[in-house]
C-alpha cells in the first residue's frame, strides 16, 4: 500500500489549495481515504473523508462549506480541494487509508492503517 500527497505549499489568508493523494497497492474501491492535519504540538486531525464504496463524505465542523474532498476512482486519487484558508488550517496534512467495512469512524487517526508522509500546508496572514 502506497499513499503519496502531493500540492501542499505557502499561501496568504483566504488562498486556495488543492491537495492530491495517490493511492496504489490496493483495490481503491474498496477503501475509504481520510484527510487528516496535524500543527507544532497539536494532535492529529480529521479534517475529511471519503467512502470509495458509495462516496459518502464527512467534515470536521471547522471547514464546512470551506474545503470539499472528492475521488477519481480511475485514477486511484482522491483531492483535498481548500478554499477560504485560515492560519489555523496551517500543518502538515496527511492522507489515510482503510477497508470502508472496518471503519467506525471516518475522521478518527485510529481508525486507519495506511499513511502517506504528509505535506506541508502554511497559511499566513
Known amino acids: 500500500v502506497q499513499l503519496v500527497e502531493s500540492g501542499g505549499g505557502s499561501v496568504q489568508v483566504g488562498g486556495s489549495l488543492t491537495l492530491s493523494c495517490a493511492a496504489s497497492g490496493f483495490t481503491f474501491g474498496d477503501y475509504a481515504i481520510g484527510w487528516f492535519r496535524q500543527a507544532p504540538g497539536k494532535e492529529r486531525e480529521g479534517v475529511a473523508c471519503i467512502t470509495n464504496t458509495d462516496g459518502e463524505v464527512y467534515y470536521v465542523d471547522s471547514v464546512k462549506g470551506r474545503f470539499t474532498i472528492s475521488s477519481d476512482n480511475a485514477r486511484s486519487t482522491v483531492y483535498l480541494q481548500m478554499n477560504d484558508l485560515k492560519p489555523e488550517d496551517s500543518g502538515v496534512y496527511y492522507c489515510?487509508?482503510?477497508?470502508?467495512?472496518?471503519?467506525?469512524?471516518?475522521?478518527?487517526?485510529?481508525?486507519?492503517?495506511?499513511w502517506g508522509q504528509g505535506t506541508q500546508v502554511t497559511v499566513s496572514s
Open positions: 489515510a487509508a482503510e477497508l470502508v467495512f472496518s471503519l467506525i469512524d471516518g475522521l478518527g487517526p485510529a481508525d486507519y492503517d495506511y
